[in-house]
T-cell receptor
Framework: GIQVEQSPPDLILQEGANSTLRCNFS?????LQWFHQNPWGQLINLFY???GTKQNGRLSATTVATERYSLLYISSSQTTDSGVYFC????????????FGTGTRLQVTL | NAGVTQTPKFRILKIGQSMTLQCTQD?????MYWYRQDPGMGLKLIYY???????DKGEVPNGYNVSRSTTEDFPLRLELAAPSQTSVYFC????????????FGQGTRLTVV
């Protein structure tokens, strides 16, 4: 099956700092999503981005499908950004069954 | 729109007991999925359905059963619960034919003792 690798595994930032999270995947995909799992365990949709660039407030994401990676940018981080960030991908013709990476655990401190 | 709703939110089962995790969605999505998340890990697919009456196995289906009698509902059945099934279970729905994203429920935290 498709492999999904996320880096870094852990990240500690001071409030206000910027960060870049990376997701590498091993095959062509037609679905790529970024999620934030908050400390209460809830999965929050951030981006649906199989290709291209999107922005939503302080967050933006870029997927370069031909090179099989995606980046999630967090600017001016806040303590509420803490949690685990997951990248999940699906190949074409697979009923959009998502394969998840193991996540990047982010802690934002004051 | 409530989105994807799961019940219960928490449950403790004894070894050998059975239970059904409920999942319903109000977005008229054809596709529904069950995932499990073990501590410190990403989610793994248990079962999925591409429409009413159609289900198929995912990566980790052993010990589980599903049914899909309506578009809205996709219950997950655990028979003979085992400690290895202690996990957080997430239900999701989506419509890949419309190039839309998958949406997840709030999860069910299950402990088997």
């Amino acid at each position: 099956g498709i492999q999904v690798e996320q880096s870094p595994p852990d990240l500690i930032l001071q409030e206000g700092a910027n960060s870049t999270l990376r997701c590498n995947f091993s095959d062509s995909v037609n679905n790529l999503q970024w999620f934030h799992q908050n400390p209460w365990g809830q999965l929050i949709n951030l981006f649906y981005i199989p290709s291209g660039t999107k922005q939503n407030g302080r967050l933006s994401a870029t997927t370069v499908a031909t090179e099989r990676y995606s980046l999630l940018y967090i600017s001016s981080s806040q303590t509420t950004d803490s949690g685990v960030y997951f990248c999940a991908v699906a190949r074409s013709g697979t009923a959009s069954k998502l394969t998840f990476g193991t996540g990047t655990r982010l802690q934002v401190t004051l | 729109n409530a989105g994807v709703t799961q019940t219960p939110k928490f449950r403790i089962l004894k070894i050998g007991q059975s239970m059904t995790l409920q999942c319903t969605q109000d977005m008229n999505h054809n596709y529904m999925y069950w995932y499990r998340q073990d501590p410190g890990m990403g989610l793994k697919l248990i079962y999925y359905s591409v429409g009413a009456g159609i289900t198929d196995k995912g990566e980790v289906p052993n010990g589980y059963n599903v049914s899909r009698s309506t578009t809205e509902d996709f219950p997950l059945r655990l028979e003979l619960a085992a400690p290895s099934q202690t996990s957080v279970y997430f239900c999701a729905s989506g419509d890949p034919g419309q190039n839309t994203e998958a949406f997840f429920g709030q999860g069910t935290r299950l402990t088997v003792v």
